[in-house]
């Protein structure tokens, strides 16, 4: 089993910045896809961004490129999602993902991932 926990969410200023953590612990290995997601209050989930720990390619939502950037640390098994210039819209849970599927990040940023962790609440004040 995998478990993942998210941290670093909090209350920012638009314009402001936040990095996102995400530790992956339990049976990490193989792990090739990660990625972040987020969800508004009353919206359904969408896609921010992944990151595959094959070739390290990554991919964003159009709303956050330039923004936002995701780095992998793998000795540590930590996602990160730092978070530039946000805005009000950017409020919501966000969640970390993680797949051993090959192509569990693609241009299309799908969201089919086995394992979720619980979120970490955002909230940008305008």
């Known amino acids: 089993q995998v478990q993942l926990a998210e941290s670093g969410g909090g209350l920012v200023q638009a314009g402001g910045s936040l990095r996102l953590s995400c530790a992956a612990s339990?049976?990490?290995?193989?792990?090739?896809?990660m990625g972040w997601f987020r969800q508004a209050p009353g919206k359904a989930r969408e896609a921010v961004s992944c990151i595959s720990r094959i070739d390290s390619t990554n991919y964003y939502a159009d709303s956050v490129k330039g923004r936002f950037t995701i780095s992998m640390d793998n000795a540590r098994n930590t996602l990160y999602l730092q978070m530039n210039n946000l805005k009000p819209e950017g409020t919501g849970v966000y969640f970390c993902?993680?797949?051993?599927?090959?192509?569990?990040?693609?241009?299309?940023?799908?969201?089919?991932?086995?394992?979720w962790g619980q979120g970490t609440q955002v909230t940008v004040s305008s």
């Open positions: 339990g049976r990490t290995f193989g792990m090739n896809g």
């Open positions: 993902a993680a797949d051993r599927a090959p192509w569990a990040c693609g241009s299309s940023l799908d969201d089919n991932y086995a394992y």
